[in-house]
């Protein structure tokens, strides 16, 4: 468990190169603890990558153990793999009714997650019908195409999948769509169709994490058909008009902003650090400021 370039050297990845289907997932622990048999994808008559927090793990868990499927790890994304992997008297055959057994994982974990299933050359995209976490697709193009944005008409050369759009460049791929909230997505080498869409009980709103906003997300990545960093300017400027503050820099109040904080990308998140301690040294190692923005001014920092 470390950053990706660590795990992943290039003699690791050349494993990889033969493939045409891959799943991966970076992440800190949520749920149970952090070690490697929690670590993601859970494989085994499938592989499942999951992003969030199952509200009623607890209850989850009590349910399948007392219908007798076995659970080794502590982390919830293995009762989603175990559900996904029951096959219900229902099915005839030997050929699993994929979207049958995810809406059952939608009846019995509403939410929070976004997944990835991968079943031998097909991998479904799914996410839950409050739309929590994100999802977006990917098109894969030649690379001579990837800077022209008034090119539409490149070959498509496969998909991606992640949580942030913004991602999708580095690996050779430009936003094709979101995956919307309680959408079911069957993506082969060549395809991408909707199966399903699962809808949320009547007169239950949308539930989008505003967390993806605030903090997690990427400024140039895009939900709901807006960019991040837009959702954060405007933000700051419906701050300054309701509870404005005492301050120099605040921009919409005809006041210059300026950028004094600055943030190293090689540590890691902080919040998630056991105690006071080691967050306040992880944040003295994070971040600091421009010293000569800051002095003989009122500032107020808000993030």
């Known amino acids: 468990m470390a950053l990706v370039n660590h795990v992943f050297t290039e003699d690791n990845l050349k494993k990889l190169y033969i493939s ?3 799943i991966g997932h970076k992440r800190y622990a949520t749920t149970g603890n952090c070690k490697l048999e929690n670590c993601q994808p859970f494989v085994g008559k499938i592989a499942v990558a999951h992003n969030g927090e199952l509200i009623n793990a607890a209850q989850l868990r009590e349910k399948l153990l007392h219908h007798g499927i076995g659970l080794s790890r502590s982390s919830d994304r293995e009762m989603i793999t ?48 409050y739309g929590n976490r994100p999802l977006c697709i990917g ?6 195409d990837i800077n022209d944005k008034e090119k539409n008409s490149s070959e498509t050369e ?28 069957k993506i082969s080498r060549h395809n991408v169709q909707t199966l399903d869409t699962i809808p949320r009980s009547e007169g ?16 140039d990545s895009i939900f709901e058909n807006q960019m991040v960093y837009t959702v954060r ?48 040294l992880s944040v003295a190692k994070k971040i600091w400021s421009s010293v000569r923005q800051l002095q003989r001014q009122r500032n107020c920092s808000c993030r």
């Not at 995956?179 to 079911?184: F, H, K, S, T």
């Open 20 to 22: 045409n289907l891959v």
């Open 82 to 129: 175990q559900l996904l992997a029951y096959t219900s008297p229902q099915e005839q055959d030997d050929t699993p009714d994929w979207v049958a057994r995810i809406k059952n994982l939608m009846k019995e974990a509403p939410t929070a997650y976004s997944l990835l299933i991968m079943h031998r050359d097909v991998i479904y995209a799914v996410r839950d019908p």
């Open 139 to 144: 098109r894969l193009i030649p690379i001579s």
């Open 158 to 185: 496969g998909w991606a999948v992640s949580s942030e759009p913004c991602s999708f460049l580095s690996v050779g791929a430009r936003y094709y769509r979101e995956v919307l909230p309680g959408e079911i997505v």
């Open 204 to 219: 239950k709103p949308m539930a989008f994490c505003i967390f993806e906003y605030v903090y997690f997300a990427r400024p």
């Open 233 to 280: 300017y405007c933000c700051g400027q419906q701050l300054a008009i309701e509870p404005p503050v005492d301050a120099d820099l605040v921009r919409r109040c005809g006041l210059p902003y300026v950028e004094v904080l600055c943030k190293t990308r090689y540590v890691g998140r902080t919040f998630i650090q056991p105690n006071m301690k080691l967050r306040q």
